[in-house]
T-cell receptor, first 112, second 111 residues
């Protein structure tokens, strides 16, 4: 089944404790992206990747890191999480950058 | 920010009525896409309209695009209770590879 998976689905952590949210797709898509969703603000793009070893900043990259060492995986790293990073995070992929995006189920992160 | 805006923020209609939501954006685009989100879940793609298209249909969905006004509308005809969800427009800039989502319209269809 074609899908985008994210783990974990729910995470409660404390300020400053490094964490990684994994994202994997099985559709051989070139383009992958991370978004955060906050009430009243819609979805905002954090980082995107055009292909392996090609990543770039989106609208709200501060406090986040990403890597794309393999085509299927695009982890989101929070090196020192802060409470303002409490949000619902979505990973998405598409065949090419301007195409239909397929979304993962979301990761709800709470930083205390 | 180049994020778009949607109007109205919330819409409540009776089953069988039509629902129209609008999206305005700020930059030149490659295409505009509409997505649906059921409460707290991942977004699902509905329809894509390219910058050189003016109207597109898919089942009960009709999308229009006016690039001169930088706006789009999504019409859902003969709505059903199962259409209750949030709807987002997303634009892909023709100068880059970023997606910009609108703030969303929350649609409630009352049985």
């Amino acid at each position: 089944e074609a899908q985008v998976t994210q783990n974990p689905r729910y995470l409660i952590t404390v300020t400053g404790k490094k964490l990684t949210v994994t994202c994997s797709q099985n559709m051989n898509h070139e383009y992958m992206s991370w978004y955060r969703q906050d009430p009243g603000l819609g979805l905002r793009q954090i980082y995107y990747s055009m292909n392996v070893e090609a990543t770039d900043k989106g609208d709200v990259p501060e406090g986040y890191k990403v890597s794309r060492k393999e085509k299927r995986n695009f982890p989101l790293i929070l090196e020192s999480p802060s409470p303002n990073q409490t949000s619902l995070y979505f990973c998405a992929s598409s065949l090419v950058a301007w195409d239909t995006q397929y979304f993962g189920p979301g990761t709800r992160l709470t930083v205390l | 920010s180049q994020q778009g805006e949607e109007d109205p923020q919330a819409l409540s209609i009776q089953e069988g009525e039509n629902a129209t939501m609008n999206c305005s954006y700020k930059t030149s685009i490659n295409n505009l896409q509409w997505y649906r989100q059921n409460s707290g879940r991942g977004l699902v793609h509905l329809i894509l309209i390219r910058s050189n298209e003016r109207e597109k249909h898919s089942g009960r969905l009709r999308v229009t695009l006016d690039t001169s006004k930088k706006s789009s509308s999504l019409l859902i005809t003969a709505s059903r209770a199962a259409d209750t969800a949030s709807y987002f427009c997303a634009t892909v800039s023709n100068t880059g590879n970023q997606f910009y989502f609108g703030t969303g319209t929350s649609l409630t269809v009352i049985p």
